[in-house]
């Protein structure tokens, strides 16, 4: 048997953050990225382990709100779409979702347009004018 470490599959750094923004967001789910975005290593890409930690904070700390701040991605190659595909929101899922892009911004150009913010303070003030997403 084969010990399978993280930083073994995927050097992009990640962290999560909870905030609350307003009365009706109180746990609004903030997962930083950072690193250089590379393609596959040994079949783990990077899009994979960002597309994994995102499934993980969803489902360990049920958001109000989710955004995903790519910011401090440098992107070797596009992001692929389905990385955020998983939790692009819906009214069964009921919560907004935000993206803080890189600096190419035109590396994401296929996620939706609606969702892009170019800051974290950009994408809570988005979420504080949301108003109620969907009844939970």
Known sequence: ????HLPDLSAIEHELFVEPVS?????????????????????VSDARTIEAWIG?????????????????????????????????????????????TPPER???????TESLCSSLEEAFERIRKAGPWAIR
């Open 1 to 4: 048997m084969r010990a399978v």
């Open 23 to 43: 009365e009706l967001y109180r746990n609004v789910v903030v997962i930083r990225f950072r690193g250089d975005l590379r393609a596959g290593t040994g079949g």
């Open 56 to 100: 993980f904070a969803t489902t360990l700390l049920g958001p109000d709100a989710l955004v995903i701040d790519l910011g401090g991605l440098r992107c070797v190659g596009a992001l692929p779409r389905h990385v955020i595909n998983p939790v692009e929101p819906n009214l069964e899922e009921g919560f907004p979702l935000y993206i803080v």
């Open 106 to 112: 035109d590396k994401v150009a296929a996620l939706p």
